[in-house]
T-cell receptor, first 114, second 112 residues
Framework: DTTVKQNPRYKLARVGKPVNLICSQTMNHDTMYWYQKKPNQAPKLLLF???????READTFEKFQSSRPNNSFCSLYIGSAGLEYSAMYLC?????????????FGPGTRLLVL | GDSVTQKQGQVTLSEDDFLFINCTYS??????LLWYVQYLGQGPQLLLK?????NKGISRGFEATYDKGTTSFHLQKASVQESDSAVYFC???????????FGTGTTVSVSP
């Protein structure tokens, strides 16, 4: 099973409220990623976990948090949503190491902040 | 830093037409260049990979090649079908192999 699952598929949030998105995979992949995708823009890497080590991109460091309680699950947390957070959030996983070309993506969570 | 540019936002074709999508890249290392495809309601999935070692990748009727001289890479298919309608992303494995850098995607619409 090469499926990456994401919940929820759609999320409506109010400005200033927290948002928590969930991702899971059963492939025993050691690396899990979160990307943000806005219309007409490339998927943008927000952060990734390699095993238990979290790596966050410098320009989104303070905007997103994440946790990985076990190998299969990874969350993306927004403490206080703003309108600019409206986007598709894609989770992916891979076997890790230096050869990161094959990432398995979930279907995404579409977040709308009002 | 490493970057990828994908200028074709939308391509509209009829079945049996020829598909050609082009991306340009910038990197200081030997690149691994990728094509991902995203069908409606699904996440992106790896379609093809091209490296400086193999120069070409072929899968499901698609062919990917790259041109080191012009730092560009291409995806083509001789005869598209309606089922090829999807968004196609080019991507580059970031220097150090840590993550992927994506292009903005090309929406390919194929009418029967």
């Amino acid at each position: 099973d090469t499926t990456v699952k994401q919940n929820p598929r759609y999320k409506l949030a109010r400005v200033g409220k927290p948002v928590n998105l969930i991702c899971s995979q059963t492939m025993n992949h050691d690396t899990m990623y979160w990307y943000q995708k806005k219309p007409n823009q490339a998927p943008k890497l927000l952060l990734f976990y390699y095993d238990k080590i979290l790596n966050r991109e410098a320009d989104t460091f303070e905007k997103f948090q994440s946790s990985r309680p076990n190998n299969s699950f990874c969350s993306l947390y927004i403490g206080s949503a703003g309108l600019e957070y409206s986007a598709m959030y894609l989770c992916a996983s891979s076997r890790g190491g230096l050869n990161q070309d094959t990432q398995y993506f979930g279907p995404g969570t579409r977040l709308l902040v009002l | 830093g490493d970057s990828v540019t994908q200028k074709q936002g939308q391509v509209t074709l009829s079945e049996d037409d020829f598909l050609f999508i082009n991306c340009t890249y910038s990197t200081t290392t030997y690149p691994t260049l990728l094509w991902y495809v995203q069908y409606l309601g699904q996440g992106p999935q790896l379609l093809l990979k091209v490296t400086t070692a193999n120069n070409k990748g072929i899968s499901r009727g698609f062919e990917a090649t790259y041109d080191k001289g012009t730092t560009s890479f291409h995806l083509q298919k001789a005869s598209v079908q309606e089922s090829d309608s999807a968004v196609y992303f080019c991507a580059l494995v970031e220097r150090g192999g840590r993550a992927l850098i994506f292009g903005t995607g090309t929406t390919v619409s194929v009418s029967p």
